[in-house]
């Protein structure tokens, strides 16, 4: 992917409309879910509320983005309400079932060794696009996924996507909840997940796209 290329899906990530509504509204409702308990404190009882309210709402806010990305790529003029509806209730029991079986996969890697975790999630990363931009049933999927991550080049590439974006996420998460920020350190913590999530799903699909039989 050339740099004229990632400038350009940044400024996608960063500043269309649709794009941006969809990834705070994901955000602010993650954030409320993390005020019971993160999504890595598993010993909480109420985690599973975090964590059924990303599983839940995860699916609704892929649909809407992953569809969006592809009408701007392709120069698709379509309807971004209609079309995001319409890919939500067709694929939201399998996209459900997908999360839960990936979160499951790599939870499971990441407990029992570090890198075997990481690995399957990256290996797993286009398991949505492959739902949602092609309607395929959750197995075949996840094969489709595994297929196309078999190079390392193109584990590489996702990884050098995903790395600094969980970094700054991290990061801006973490000064905003040491330092005594009041109201502008959960401004701080929303915008940054906010951008993360645009950023990362419009950066992987823009991947998937390429890569993906014409």
Not at 113 to 118: A, E, N, S
């Amino acid at each position: 992917m050339r740099s004229a290329q990632v400038k350009q899906l940044i400024r996608i990530s960063l500043t269309d409309s649709r794009i941006v509504a969809v990834s705070l509204l994901f955000s602010v409702a993650l954030f409320a879910a993390n005020q019971q308990a993160t999504l890595y404190e598993i010993q909480n009882p109420r985690w599973v509320f975090s964590m059924g309210l990303l599983i839940l709402f995860s699916p609704i806010a892929h649909s809407f983005i992953l569809i969006r990305v592809r009408s701007l790529l392709n120069r698709e003029s379509i309807s971004f309400i209609k079309r995001g509806l319409a890919a939500s209730a067709a694929f939201y029991p399998r996209l459900v079932v997908g999360e839960i079986l990936v979160s499951l996969a790599t939870a499971a890697g990441l407990f029992l060794l570090l890198l075997p975790g990481i690995y399957m999630g990256l290996r797993l990363s286009f398991y949505k696009q492959e739902i949602i931009l092609h309607g395929k049933s959750l197995p075949a999927a996840l094969r489709a996924s595994m297929a196309l991550t078999r190079s390392w080049s193109t584990i590489g590439s996702i990884l050098l996507i995903l790395a600094p974006i969980y970094g700054v996420e991290m990061l801006v998460g973490y000064l905003a909840g040491s330092i005594a920020l009041g109201a502008w350190g959960v401004i701080m913590a929303i915008l940054a997940a906010a951008a993360g999530f645009s950023l990362m799903n419009v950066l992987i699909t823009a991947v998937y796209l390429e890569m993906e039989p014409q």
